[in-house]
């Protein structure tokens, strides 16, 4: 007996029943965010097989929920909010094997001669090396297009300790690029 | 504003614009300057955000976790291999061990040159649970022997390579060949029939062709109940 709803938005639309034919755009939208969700979950987690799997089950949850989709055009934040939260729940479910500092250097320095732009791959390896604390919020800016406030929301935190992480993350960066780093700000300076 | 603030302000959002903010970088070089270097930043940041490193942790994080199984599973080998040749090499050791004892307390068996008769080939299996259809030429030594509680045949065949011990052991089952060397003598131990053969040889003598012929030509004899 077949499902009467597709049970994942993995599989392909000729896989689907015909009932499933309505979904078949949504399905091609999540489909074509999946890069954008695997990056994001790849930076968070500095591990492209655990970003693959985090992706997999936030796509899962995301079709099952697909219902508080009400507009397309924000499915983009809808995804990354999930994969975060995924994210989040994956560390909370198992403490995720600690991996050393350097060993991420190494293993992204490897391919360093093949890289024609090697600031970028200092700059890679930099913000690989910075602590969750301070890449989630810089992830969440830069790459998910998030604003302060909304990243407070998500984080649960203040718009001031948002500021402040993303600074210090700046700041980190910035040292490593070879400029001079501005003192450092109390938690809680920074304000808007 | 101050510089500080105004710095604190663009490190965290380089793009943030607000009234003070741009009232305070227009009457000052230094924050302006400072926030086209933290923009600029901001754009290499993105560019580096849009392509994780090439080797994720995982590809170095695996090969750790894969060899800590091939790890556990040599470990688990080796003790299974450790066990296994407590149980299957160190009796068949011993049993070498006492071949060769038996050899050494007999060193006129190597001397023998004159060939026996069939009969006397027959008297010193008789008994033992085996028939061999052997050339009764190549035979020079041939006798019953006490050996681990029973009589077993031991026989001494004559090759090109010079003379070589064959005990037919019909009660000592091992269950894999072993060679072995010891007391100048090398020999090996092959399962046969119920039981097994040891062949030993001194000055190269060929034990191995010897073994597989006496592995071919021994009849193993129903055991009496």
């Known amino acids: ?192 | 504003m101050k510089c500080e603030q105004a710095r604190l302000q663009m490190g965290a959002d380089p793009s943030a614009a607000t009234p003070d903010l741009e009232a305070h970088v227009a009457g000052c070089a230094a924050c302006a300057r400072f926030r086209e270097e933290m923009r600029a930043l901001d754009v290499d940041i993105r560019r580096a955000l849009q392509e994780p490193p090439r080797a994720s942790v995982s590809r170095r994080r695996r090969p750790q976790r894969l060899w800590r199984q091939w790890a556990l599973a040599a470990s688990v080998l080796l003790a299974t291999a450790a066990v296994l040749g407590v149980w299957l090499l160190r009796p068949s050791q011993t049993l070498a061990r006492e071949v060769v004892a038996h050899v050494q307390a007999e060193p006129e068996s190597w001397l023998a040159t004159q060939h026996l008769s069939s009969g006397d080939i027959a008297a010193a299996l008789r008994g033992s649970g085996v028939e061999l259809e052997l050339i009764s030429e190549r035979v020079t030594y041939a006798h019953s022997c006490w050996f681990r509680g029973r009589y077993v045949p031991h026989l001494v065949v004559q090759t090109a390579q010079g003379p070589v011990t064959v005990m037919i052991l019909s009660h000592e089952r091992v269950l894999m060949r072993r060679s072995f060397r010891e007391a100048g003598m090398s020999g090996v131990i092959v399962p046969a029939g119920t039981g097994s053969i040891a062949v030993l040889a001194r000055d190269g003598g060929d034990m191995n062709a010897v073994a597989g012929q006496m592995q071919h030509d021994i009849r193993w004899l129903p055991q009496p109940h």
């Not at chain 1, 985090?54 to 099952?64: D, K, M, P």
């Not at chain 1, 604003?147 to 984080?155: D, K, Q």
Request: neutral net charge.
């Open chain 1, 1 to 192: 007996m077949r499902n009467s709803q597709p049970e994942s938005p993995v599989s392909s639309v000729s896989e689907r029943s015909p009932g499933a034919d309505a979904q078949a755009p949504l399905t091609q939208l999540f489909e074509s965010l999946r890069p954008d969700l695997v990056r994001f979950a790849h930076w968070l987690s500095r591990d492209r097989a655990v970003a693959e799997d985090i992706v997999q089950e936030s796509l899962l949850r995301a079709w099952r929920s697909r219902d508080a989709l009400r507009e397309p055009a924000s499915a983009r934040a809808w995804l990354l909010t999930i994969v975060r939260r995924e994210h989040a729940r994956l560390y909370e479910r198992k403490r995720l094997e600690l991996v050393s500092l350097e060993e991420v250097v190494d293993t992204a320095a490897g391919p360093r001669l093949a890289e024609p732009d090697g600031d970028l791959l200092t700059l890679r390896n930099a913000i690989m090396r910075l602590p969750i604390e301070y890449r989630e919020p810089l992830v969440l800016q830069v790459l998910g297009g998030f604003s302060t406030e909304e990243i407070a929301r998500e984080l649960t935190l203040s718009s001031t300790a948002v500021l402040t992480r993303l600074f210090r993350a700046r700041n980190k960066l910035r040292a490593i690029c070879g400029m001079t780093p501005v003192a450092d700000v109390a938690d809680g300076e920074v304000a808007r």
